[in-house]
C-alpha cells in the first residue's frame, strides 16, 4: 500500500466529517461483508419521548409520572431522560432517593419515602417476582408501534407502563438500502426488546434483528459472526457499544454519541448519518484501487 493514497483517502474522508484513526482501517473497509448497526442513536435519533402512560389498578397518573421521573433523575439512559423530562414539562416536585442502583439493560431500582420502586423491563419484574401478566396485551399493543414500553412497580406491584418513541434519522433506511446493495448483510442489534426491534428495523428494511442482547453481550455476538467467516463492521454511539466497536474488524463510531464509544472506534461519523459508512466503504474501494 503506497503512504501517498492512504494519506490522500484518509485526508478526503476528513473533508467529509469521517475521521479515520489509522490506515489499516481503510484498508479493511471495502472487504467488509456485513454491518451490524446499534439501534437507539445510531439508526434512530437517540432522543426518545413520552407517548404513553398508562396507570394500572387505579393508581393516580400525577403520582405514576412523579415517582418515575424521580426515580430516574439519577439515571443517565436516554429512556430515563426521556421520563425525567415528562416530568419536568408536567412541572412535578421530584422526590428525595434514599437509594440508587442501575441494572444495565434492564432498568433501576430506587427507593423513595422508604418504598422500593422498580422501572425497566419485564425481565426486570419477572427476576423481583412482579406479577405483569394483566398488562402483557397493553404492553404488546405499544410495542408493535415500535414504542418501547418501561414497566413501573411500586412496592412490588406493577402500577404503570411508560411508552417511548425514538424517530427513525432521516436518511438510515437511504443508508441501509444502499449497503444492501453493495451486497452487505446488514444486522440491527439492541438491548431493546424484539418486537419493538422488528418494529423499527422492517422501517429502514432491515431482516436480521438481534434484539434483547444484554450490554456484556454485544461484544460476542460481533465475534460470533467473525467466527462464521464474516468480516464485520459494528456501528454504535453508546457506552454499551464499546466493546462491541472494538472487537469488530471496523468499529464505526457515531460522533454525536459518546467520548467512550469513539475512543473504541476506529473510524467516527462525525455527522452522525449512517451514509458515512456508506461513504467511508466507497473511500475505501477508490483508495484500495489506487494501491492496486
Ligand atoms: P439499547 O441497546 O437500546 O441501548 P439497553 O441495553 O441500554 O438498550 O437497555 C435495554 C432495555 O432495558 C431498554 O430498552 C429498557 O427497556 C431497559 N432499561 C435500561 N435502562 C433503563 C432505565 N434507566 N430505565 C428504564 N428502563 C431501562
Ligand atoms: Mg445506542
Do not use: C
Not at 4 to 18: C, D, L, P, Q, Y
Not at 68 to 95: F, T
Not at 263 to 286: H, N, P, Q, Y
Amino acid at each position: 500500500a503506497t503512504p501517498t493514497s492512504i494519506m490522500v483517502g484518509t485526508g478526503k474522508g476528513a473533508e467529509n466529517g469521517i475521521l479515520i484513526k489509522g490506515a489499516e482501517h481503510l484498508e479493511h473497509a471495502h472487504k467488509l461483508t456485513t454491518i451490524v448497526l446499534d439501534k437507539t442513536g445510531t439508526i434512530t435519533k437517540g432522543e426518545p419521548e413520552v407517548t404513553d402512560i398508562v396507570p394500572l389498578t387505579g393508581f393516580d397518573e400525577a403520582e405514576l409520572v412523579r415517582l418515575a421521573s424521580s426515580a430516574e433523575r439519577n439515571s443517565e439512559h436516554p429512556l430515563a431522560q426521556a421520563i425525567v423530562n415528562y416530568g419536568k414539562r408536567q412541572g412535578v416536585l421530584m422526590a428525595d432517593t434514599e437509594s440508587f442502583t442501575a441494572i444495565p439493560g434492564h432498568g433501576v431500582e430506587v427507593t423513595i419515602a422508604g418504598k422500593r420502586i422498580l422501572v425497566g423491563t419485564r425481565k426486570l419484574m419477572q427476576e423481583n417476582k412482579i406479577e405483569f401478566a394483566a398488562a402483557v396485551a397493553q404492553i404488546e399493543r405499544l410495542e408493535l408501534q415500535g414504542k418501547t414500553v418501561m414497566l413501573f412497580a411500586l412496592e412490588d406491584r406493577l402500577s404503570g407502563l411508560f411508552a417511548v418513541a425514538d424517530t427513525v434519522k432521516e436518511g438510515s433506511a437511504q443508508a441501509i438500502s444502499e449497503l444492501q446493495k453493495m451486497g452487505i448483510e446488514v444486522w440491527m442489534m439492541t438491548g431493546d426488546n424484539t418486537r419493538t426491534a422488528q418494529a423499527i428495523a422492517q422501517t429502514v428494511g432491515i431482516t436480521n434483528v438481534m434484539a434483547e442482547v444484554l450490554p456484556e453481550h454485544k461484544a460476542e455476538k460481533v465475534e460470533a459472526l467473525k467466527k462464521a467467516g464474516k468480516v464485520v463492521a459494528m456501528v454504535g454511539d453508546g457506552i454499551n457499544d464499546a466493546p462491541a466497536l472494538a472487537t469488530a474488524d471496523v468499529g464505526f463510531a457515531i460522533g454525536t454519541g459518546t467520548d467512550v464509544a469513539i475512543a473504541a472506534a476506529d473510524i467516527t461519523l462525525m455527522r452522525g448519518e449512517l451514509s458515512g459508512i456508506v461513504a467511508a466503504i466507497r473511500l475505501s474501494k477508490a483508495t484500495m484501487r489506487n494501491i492496486k
